[in-house]
């Protein structure tokens, strides 16, 4: 069907005293209205800085954004501030890792909360007060209507980011982008949050791009998943599909370095050695090359080293193994002996 969201050919490069820094290097996805997908990387992979993109956040002056970002059929790679501006907060928005960058000390949390509301919907401060307190007993804020004239030091851990989400979805997204968002929680109110999250996103109908190292947290609340590498998407498909039957070595990698596989997985798989790359000079070729355990499985005169392996429109990954050894060296690897 017509993507809500569609990138393509994506590239942010930031310029530096050292170089140019690669950080997103020709990137296409497409997000369907009201799906989730999860984009899952290791940091320096490009997942942040995607999405900042997304939301215009970037400095104009050091960054080189090219390529189209389209959202709902308005391209937003070359939108003015004040565009960007007004779909902030209002038909996109963002939850991140730590709820202090996004709530200031200074205002109560009701009144963070209401005052995008106000902005946008241009309603009254009593009606956008309202809301602030309904949107906070969506989220579980118990005694919404005392809590409501709290500051953020005067809320727990879990709570703040709880009032984070209330005050990206207050108008009623199309896209949510949450960045890490239960990363810093303890392991019970990480799954209260996901839960809720699922739940709002049931009742508000939005999108979202959802970020994370963390393939146990994708598994949960995405419908697709994107694994980038170095600036690149290298795989792409359903979360059943990535997880049952994962075709890109690094995302072999991935998994098998996930706590709960590892059990009965192949040491030789587990962790993944090496470094990420380097965004300042990629490795030519495949980016994973230099970390890659099966640079000699490849066949048909393709080289890893100096072939760039293309990530195929829908399901695929970006890796020359032909699609027999795609299906059967991952089982080989993690069969029990
Ligand atoms: Fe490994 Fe080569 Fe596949 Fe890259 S293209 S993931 S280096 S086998
Ligand atoms: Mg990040």
């Not at 308005?74 to 709530?103: P, V, W, Y």
């Not at 798989?269 to 380097?278: A, E, K």
């Not at 970390?291 to 695929?316: A, I, Q, Y």
């Amino acid at each position: 069907g017509d993507a809500f969201l569609s990138v393509r050919d994506l590239y942010v490069h930031f310029a530096t005293e050292d170089g140019t820094v690669k950080a997103v290097d020709g990137l296409s996805f497409d997000l369907e209205r009201g799906s989730t997908l999860g984009i899952v990387g290791e940091s320096g992979s490009g997942k942040s800085v995607t999405n900042l993109s997304i939301l215009g956040l970037h400095n104009p002056s050091s960054t080189e954004v090219s390529g189209e970002i389209l959202l709902d059929g308005q391209e937003l790679t070359g939108a003015r501030e004040k565009t960007l501006e007004s779909l902030r907060g209002n038909k996109m928005a963002m939850i991140f890792q730590d709820a202090l960058t996004a709530l200031s000390p200074y205002y109560t949390i009701g009144r963070q909360i209401a005052e995008p509301y106000r902005k946008h919907m241009g309603v009254s401060k009593r009606e956008a007060h309202l809301r602030a307190i309904e949107m906070l007993d969506k989220v579980g804020i118990p005694n919404p209507k005392t809590r409501v004239n709290d500051y953020p030091h005067q809320f727990s851990g879990g709570m703040r980011q709880r009032a984070m989400i209330a005050m990206a979805l207050v108008c009623n997204p199309d896209l949510l982008i949450a960045d890490e968002p239960t990363t810093a929680l303890d392991v019970t109110v990480q799954a209260q949050i996901l839960d809720l999250l699922k739940d709002l996103q049931q009742e508000f109908g939005s999108a979202i791009i959802f970020i994370t190292h963390d393939l146990g947290v994708i598994a949960n609340v995405a419908d697709d998943i994107l694994v980038m590498y170095g600036g690149r998407a290298v795989e792409r498909g359903s979360v059943g599909e990535v997880l049952r039957r994962p075709q890109h070595p690094y995302t072999w990698g991935l998994l098998t370095s996930m706590p709960r596989l590892s059990g009965d997985v192949n040491e030789a798989l587990s962790p993944i050695h090496g470094t990420p790359p380097s965004l300042l000079a990629p490795p030519p070729g495949c980016p994973f090359h230099p970390r890659c355990t099966f640079v000699d499985e490849v066949t048909g005169g393709l080289s890893c080293d100096s072939d760039r392996p293309p990530l195929p429109e829908g399901r695929g990954a970006a890796c020359h193994l032909t699609a027999e050894q795609k299906r059967t060296f991952f089982v080989e690897q993690i069969k029990p002996r």
